[in-house]
């Protein structure tokens, strides 16, 4: 491995998360979830559908198809990276793999900044180009979820459109397009952009200028597939596939692991429909500042979903708890294997976690 890699090393632990307000911000919010779902639901009717639930059927379809997803993800992320540097589907998976775990457990979801310092590590490469395409991916995945949130909702007619779940995904739709609309002009016009970022920091000292716009240019290393071509078609493909496909399946197992009323299960078209629109419920959810793993605002997704199709609140809860847990331990265990067999420590990752990885040594 090359000795001009960025932040090859981890850096020194900083100092405790939890003196930050944004963590106690995640840890309100996720409580606030909790109470509002849970407040009126007995709790005794909550552990009798998760008894009367066919645990069986959401772990046959649910595990291979988290695996899938992160497989998926790291192909569709090669792609991504692929103008920086060929990067193998492995290593990829692997970054994946400790960036999940990370969210899952460390607060702040700092699993973005760990899988770009790891694969940064381990490849040589810049670390602010890379995580260049951890912002296009992600930029990426918040359109395919509004896109599918607005199409569900279609599909389904009146009722699923009621609620929280679409005044939640009109609010969000700057956070999509806004994002995506910065990201074209970075890659098409540097200039422009570099110009408008040095006169907004005017007031700032020279050192923090020069730093800001020195990762800004390697940044947009990090953004070269938008110039379209095959790279972009595969972009295009795995988002679908992760989306609609196989990110769908947990939710559709889910679904046929309760016993819920025909609003939901009158056909298999109706199933699929609500199924996707879960997982864009998920995904508008997930954008809310959380505690780790996304407890919480995960429960809070399904009941802003089930409640307007018929589903009573405590079979919502359940199967909001249960959905979420096979999730969550599917993707945590994924990540500790990695560890395993990678011979890296977690206290390596979290103190990762500590430090944007855009220190180049180049």
Known sequence: MSETTASTEAPEAPRSRWTDWRVWLGV?????????????????EVASALRRADLWTLLVVSVPAHVLSIYLRALRWRHLTNPIAPMSRGLLYKAQSVGFLVNNLVPLRMGEFVRSWYLARETGTRGAAILGTVVLERVL???????????????????????????????????????????????????????????????????????VSGNLLRFTEGLAAISGGTHLWWILFHSITIWLLVGALPMTAGLV??????????????????????????????????????????QLAFTAVLRPLGVDDATSLALGL???????????????????LGGISFAELTAASGKAPTNDRR
């Open 257 to 298: 692991a309760f016993e819920l009323p025909p609003e939901v299960t009158a056909s298999t078209d109706r199933l699929v429909y609500v199924s996707w629109l879960l997982l864009a419920a998920v995904g508008v959810a997930v954008a809310i500042p959380s505690a780790p793993g996304f407890f919480g605002v995960y």
């Open 28 to 44: 309100a919010i996720t409580v606030g979830c909790i109470w509002y779902v849970a407040k009126d639901v007995p709790m005794s």
């Open 141 to 211: 995945d918040i359109v395919c979820v509004l896109l599918m949130a607005g199409a569900s909702i279609g599909l389904l007619g009146a009722r699923a459109g009621d609620g929280l779940l679409a005044e939640g995904a009109v609010l969000l739709l700057p956070t999509g397009f806004v994002p995506l609309a910065g990201l074209i002009a970075l890659r098409f016009a540097p200039a422009a952009v570099l110009r408008g970022v040095e006169w907004a920091m005017r007031p700032f000292p020279q050192d923090a200028r020069d730093f």
């Open 322 to 340: 249960l959905v979420w847990l096979v999730f969550w331990a599917s993707f945590t265990l994924q990540g500790f294997v990695v560890l395993r």
